[in-house]
């Protein structure tokens, strides 16, 4: 049986892959002159706010799949130092949610691995979450919510034990909807091409239905800056939560604010 120490020390090994590229449109007129993850928020860009609490679970080696205005990212934290690594995994056309992945392949060490949209932040117990892609032996896991209406971005469906098995078109009406945030056995990767446009959304995860995918729900908000609306709510969410690092991690870990080293190289 796991114990929480070996569980922390086994999560803090893990590889996290953070999507970066997207041209990020639709916010455009409000983020007109870097990366959509880098927009920010509170006068901290909304990359460092997510990084910092995947590295408040002990997390240390992030994979930043960039993209769209990439030297951006590359700029910020090559002028970081201390305990965090960054490897930047740059695509030089857009290759999709699953391309940029498979293209940063080369760089990912570990067999399972953490991926996160770079634009959306909910505050999910990492270590519950690991614990629970383990026991169920998953391939993949994913993070869920309840929402009142998935009109916007679809619904995740599940069965009784959590397993997915359908993925439903956007329509109104409540349901769980993906909270962006996956932990991936890393043969998941040889169902994504080399070099080409490819979607988890729409060409791989329809494909995990029949095999060990599972969704983890997670009874927390999830925030998004996709839009200038709901990048106004962010701004207010984190103003209004200062501390988001969970109590019993905050106790147990002394948190050393984000000094990542910058490696792509390796």
Known sequence: MQT??????????????????GAGTRLANVVADRPKPMAEVNEK????????????????RFILCAGHMSQVIKDHYAKKAGPLQFIISEEKTPLGTAGTI????????????????????CPVDLEEFHRFHFQKNALMSMVVTQSKDTFDCGSVVLDSGQKIVDFKEKKPGAGFVNAGIYFFGKNILNLIAENTKCSLEYDIFPKL?????YSFICRKELIDIGTPQRYELAKKYF??????????TAAS????????ILNDKQ
């Open 4 to 21: 929480r120490n070996h569980i922390k020390n086994e999560l803090g090994s893990t590889d996290v892959v953070i999507l970066c590229g």
């Open 45 to 60: 860009p909304f990359l460092d706010i997510l990084i910092d609490y995947f590295a408040c679970f002990g997390l240390k």
């Open 102 to 121: 498979k293209n940063a392949q080369k760089f990912i060490k570990t067999d399972t691995f953490l991926v996160a949209n770079g634009d959306s932040f």
């Open 209 to 213: 239905t029949d095999r060990n995918a």
């Open 239 to 248: 103003a209004q939560k200062a501390d988001i690092i969970p109590v019993k």
């Open 253 to 260: 870990r002394k948190f050393t604010p984000q000094q990542p």
